[in-house]
């Protein structure tokens, strides 16, 4: 079975403070992709990565980056130096390659950055 | 360029009523997908279309739904007899159809059964 898990329902924070939003996958697969997307309040997801399993170099976007643990399934997303701007609902989902196309969301975190 | 766009926005409809929801992908990809979001829910996977076909429609709830990609392009999602329960946000996404690769979403359409 395929099941993504985050934690985390609500989280807030002081703008300029750093923040990691946890999320735990399972998967039977050794051929899986990890993603993260962003939801503001506008409502429309926005793409933010993609991982996949074979590839465990974490990663740093600017702001944002990335840990990726297979050894304990998790791929963690933490944003440095928050803004208000950052304020969303932020997911991540799972896509398996024995599972088709679909992707298998978890139940988001919905981040506040409080100026 | 141009992203997924979906169309109405927003549609409020009677219990028991025929809706049509439009989504118009990115072009030049080939795969299509539909999800529902109920609030506070992440997105729920319903059908994906690979082309014209529908390749996967193992996440449609029930025979109300059915979704057609007739021209490989745009497709339109229907909900017959439609209930409260329908009530959420339906979200389309498209990619280039390859083995894992990331999906972009529209806008969604917010479908209010009263």
């Known amino acids: 079975a395929q099941k993504v898990t985050q934690a985390q329902t609500e989280i807030s924070v002081v703008e300029k403070e750093d923040v990691t939003l946890d999320c735990v996958y399972e998967?039977?697969?050794?051929?899986?992709?990890l993603f993260w997307y962003k939801q503001p309040p506008s409502g429309e997801l926005v793409f933010l990565i993609r991982?996949?399993?074979?590839?465990?170099q974490n990663e740093i976007s600017g702001r944002y980056s990335w840990n990726f643990q297979k050894s304990t399934s998790s791929f963690n997303f933490t944003i440095t130096a928050s803004q208000v701007v950052d304020s969303a609902v932020y997911f991540c989902?799972?896509?398996?390659?024995?599972?088709?196309?679909?992707?298998?969301f978890g139940t988001g975190t919905s981040l506040t950055v409080i100026p | 360029g141009a992203g997924v766009s979906q169309t109405p926005s927003n549609k409020v409809t009677e219990k028991g009523k025929y809706v049509e929801l439009r989504c118009d992908p990115i072009?030049?990809?080939?795969?299509l997908y539909w999800y529902r979001q109920s609030l506070g829910q992440g997105p729920e996977f319903l059908i994906y279309?690979?082309?014209?076909?529908?390749?996967?429609d193992s996440g449609l709830p029930n025979d109300r739904f059915f979704a057609v990609r007739p021209e490989g392009s745009v497709s339109t999602l229907k909900i017959q007899r439609t209930e409260r329960g329908d009530s959420a946000v339906y979200l389309c996404?498209?990619?280039?159809?390859?083995?894992?690769?990331?999906?972009?979403f529209g806008p969604g359409t917010r479908l209010t059964v009263l």
């Open positions: 989902a799972l896509r398996s390659s024995n599972t088709g196309n679909q992707f298998y």
């Open positions: 998967t039977r697969d050794t051929t899986y992709y």
């Open positions: 072009s030049g990809h080939t795969a």
């Open positions: 996404a498209s990619s280039l159809g390859l083995a894992g690769d990331t999906q972009y």
């Open positions: 991982r996949n399993s074979f590839d465990e």
């Open positions: 279309f690979q082309g014209t076909g529908a390749a996967d």
